[in-house]
Every structure is written in structure tokens, then in C-alpha cells.
């Protein structure tokens, strides 16, 4: 088997089927044949599994009792692939004709690429930003304290890349990324402390470490709709975000640094706080998410003792 698709899912069956709908169309596009797509789905309560089933036979599905979370949901399903490359994929995404081809000739032809990612698109169609430098507690404090504005230390500065030449960067967004079957092997699969977020910084990590060197790839476009399983479950979700960038700086930069982490957290969550009356200035849909913003800003604080 050339590839292997993975795709974990969770309470998104309508997008789940259209995104398998768009992975088939490309494979029939591109006349490749031997590719597998593979479905765990993580305790949906939405049926999504059914639909999909029906429509691509094909696909194999993995339906797991109770929600194991998104790395070992990966895991689970990378355990039971066999292609050359393995291809992690979002429920939420939808790839543009030509995706495929397009990520496989990349690796193909770059035998030190570890792994390649394509350009994520919003809904809309305008560029998401899918690639990032590996975080630093500096680069984390610069982008807390919103200074990318100023200069882009803890982002990289996307719309000024050309779209039709790959770039090298350090940390791919989990929502599409191709890695070799060989990276896997040596490096290891995704690590499973990491229930969601952060796993893919960590196998971005452990790949680059071993000399692998990673690729965005622009030619090759997905279009991803973003947050659609963790906005059911937003604050719970926002908080494990800074619980995973917590759990990261312990694992990969000791204790010391994971404190240092929670106090710069504190410190960016405070001044949100201080700010947050400004957020009744604004109007509409812009003043809800700055006053919901602010009260989630607000719980972490209360919880940082905690992570």
C-alpha cells in the first residue's frame, strides 16, 4: 500500500462524510489505486460512522466504546495501516482536487522530508495558517501578549510565502500532515499524554531531532473548517489547550520551565483581564467573543494552580 489516510472522529458525521467523499474523489482523480482509508471514530453519539459506511464500503472504520482522544485514536488506526506513507487528516477538512498527488510527489522526490503539509484554507478560502516555529516560553509570551502584530517571533509570516514553492519550517498543523511510514518506525507514534493539542509539535519535535526535516507544500490545498469537535466542548477545550502546552514544556524542557509557562499564562491572562471592559465598546458578534474571550481568560486563571 502506497497510502494511508487516518482520520479520528468525533460528533462531526456530516463533515466526517464529506471529507472522505473529497479523499476518494482525489484518489479516483489521480488514478491511484493503492491508497486506505481508515475511520476511528471516538464514541460519536451522532452516528457518524453509518453514513460513511454506507457510502464507501471500502473505508475501514474503527468504533471505539469511549473517547480515547486524538493521539491514540491515531495511534490506533496507524497500528492497523500499511501504506509507505501515512496521511493524518481532520475530520473537518476537504481536499481540493490534486491534494494527494500533489503531498506524495513532494515525498516521493525529497527522500529527507519526514513529512509534508498542505496549505490549509479557511471555509472562505482565504489562507489558515498552517505551519508555526517550534515554542519557546519566548516565543509563547510574545504571542500571548499579542506582539506578533508587531513582528512575527512566534508565528511565521504566511502571507508573504509564495504559494507555489515548498518551504521548510519546524512545527506542521496536526489537521494534514503526511509522514513517512520510516519516521514513524524511528521516531515512534504520537505520544499518547496528549488526550488533544499538542501532539503534533511533539512528533514535529522528535522527527526533526532524528535530522528528518519537514515541508509546508502549497500546491497541495485542504480546505479546513477548523475547531468544529472542540467547539462543542469550548471552555473544556480551552483549557486543555494551555493543560497540553503545560504537560510539552515539562516533557521536552523540565518542571522549571513548565512553571515558568504557567506564570507567563497568568501574567498574559491578567492583562486580558484588566483590558476586558474595553470589549463593551465593541459591537455585535465582535463584542460576544471578546466578553467570552475574557470570561474564559478568566477560569483559567482560577485553574492554573491546577494544570
Given at each position: 500500500m502506497?497510502?494511508?489516510?487516518?482520520?479520528?472522529n468525533?460528533?462531526?458525521?456530516?463533515?466526517?462524510?464529506?471529507?472522505?467523499?473529497s479523499?476518494?474523489?482525489?484518489?479516483v482523480?489521480?488514478?491511484?489505486?493503492d491508497?486506505?482509508?481508515?475511520v476511528?471514530d471516538?464514541?460519536?453519539s451522532?452516528?457518524?460512522?453509518?453514513p460513511v459506511?454506507a457510502?464507501?464500503?471500502s473505508?475501514?472504520?474503527?468504533?471505539n466504546p469511549e473517547?480515547?482522544g486524538?493521539?491514540?485514536?491515531t495511534?490506533q488506526?496507524?497500528?492497523?495501516?500499511?501504506?509507505?506513507?501515512?496521511?493524518?487528516?481532520?475530520p473537518?477538512?476537504?481536499?481540493?482536487p490534486?491534494?494527494?498527488?500533489?503531498?506524495?510527489?513532494?515525498m516521493?522526490?525529497?527522500?529527507g522530508a519526514?513529512?509534508?503539509g498542505?496549505m490549509?484554507l479557511n471555509g472562505?478560502?482565504?489562507?489558515q495558517?498552517?505551519?508555526?516555529?517550534?515554542?519557546?516560553?519566548?516565543?509563547?509570551?510574545?504571542?500571548l501578549?499579542?506582539l506578533d502584530g508587531?513582528?512575527p517571533?512566534?508565528?511565521?509570516?504566511m502571507?508573504a510565502?509564495?504559494?507555489?514553492?515548498?518551504r521548510?519550517?519546524?512545527?506542521?498543523?496536526?489537521a494534514c500532515?503526511?509522514?513517512?511510514?520510516?519516521v514513524?518506525d524511528q521516531?515512534?507514534?504520537?505520544d499518547e499524554?496528549?488526550?488533544?493539542y499538542?501532539e503534533?509539535?511533539?512528533l514535529?519535535?522528535?522527527?526533526?531531532s532524528?535530522?528528518?526535516r519537514?515541508f509546508w507544500?502549497?500546491?497541495a490545498?485542504?480546505?479546513?473548517?477548523?475547531g468544529?469537535s472542540?467547539?462543542q466542548v469550548?471552555?473544556e477545550m480551552?483549557?486543555r489547550?494551555?493543560?497540553?502546552?503545560?504537560?510539552?514544556f515539562?516533557?521536552?524542557?523540565?518542571?522549571?520551565a513548565?512553571?515558568?509557562?504557567?506564570?507567563?499564562l497568568?501574567?498574559a491572562?491578567?492583562?486580558?483581564q484588566?483590558?476586558?471592559?474595553?470589549?463593551l465598546?465593541?459591537?455585535?458578534n465582535?463584542?460576544d467573543?471578546?466578553?467570552?474571550l475574557a470570561r474564559?481568560y478568566?477560569?483559567l486563571?482560577?485553574?492554573?494552580r491546577?494544570?
Amino acid at each position: 500500500m502506497k497510502l494511508s489516510v487516518v482520520i479520528v472522529n468525533w460528533n462531526v458525521g456530516e463533515l466526517l462524510h464529506r471529507c472522505v467523499h473529497s479523499v476518494v474523489a482525489d484518489q479516483v482523480r489521480s488514478g491511484m489505486t493503492d491508497i486506505e482509508i481508515i475511520v476511528v471514530d471516538n464514541a460519536s453519539s451522532d452516528g457518524s460512522l453509518a453514513p460513511v459506511a454506507a457510502a464507501f464500503p471500502s473505508v475501514r472504520a474503527i468504533q471505539n466504546p469511549e473517547n480515547l482522544g486524538f493521539a491514540r485514536g491515531t495511534n490506533q488506526a496507524i497500528r492497523h495501516s500499511s501504506g509507505l506513507y501515512v496521511l493524518l487528516l481532520n475530520p473537518d477538512t476537504e481536499l481540493l482536487p490534486g491534494a494527494l498527488s500533489e503531498m506524495m510527489r513532494f515525498m516521493d522526490t525529497h527522500p529527507g522530508a519526514g513529512a509534508a503539509g498542505a496549505m490549509l484554507l479557511n471555509g472562505d478560502g482565504s489562507l489558515q495558517v498552517s505551519a508555526y516555529p517550534e515554542p519557546t516560553l519566548f516565543r509563547e509570551a510574545w504571542r500571548l501578549f499579542h506582539l506578533d502584530g508587531l513582528w512575527p517571533v512566534g508565528s511565521y509570516h504566511m502571507t508573504a510565502w509564495r504559494t507555489d514553492t515548498p518551504r521548510e519550517v519546524e512545527v506542521l498543523m496536526g489537521a494534514c500532515i503526511m509522514v513517512r511510514r520510516e519516521v514513524l518506525d524511528q521516531c515512534g507514534l504520537l505520544d499518547e499524554s496528549h488526550f488533544i493539542y499538542s501532539e503534533d509539535q511533539d512528533l514535529c519535535r522528535k522527527l526533526r531531532s532524528k535530522g528528518w526535516r519537514i515541508f509546508w507544500v502549497p500546491l497541495a490545498r485542504v480546505r479546513h473548517y477548523g475547531g468544529q469537535s472542540t467547539k462543542q466542548v469550548k471552555a473544556e477545550m480551552f483549557l486543555r489547550l494551555y493543560r497540553e502546552k503545560i504537560a510539552y514544556f515539562r516533557t521536552h524542557h523540565g518542571r522549571g520551565a513548565a512553571r515558568t509557562y504557567k506564570l507567563v499564562l497568568f501574567a498574559a491572562s491578567m492583562a486580558r483581564q484588566i483590558m476586558s471592559p474595553l470589549a463593551l465598546l465593541f459591537r455585535g458578534n465582535r463584542r460576544d467573543r471578546a466578553l467570552e474571550l475574557a470570561r474564559l481568560y478568566r477560569r483559567l486563571v482560577r485553574e492554573l494552580r491546577g494544570l
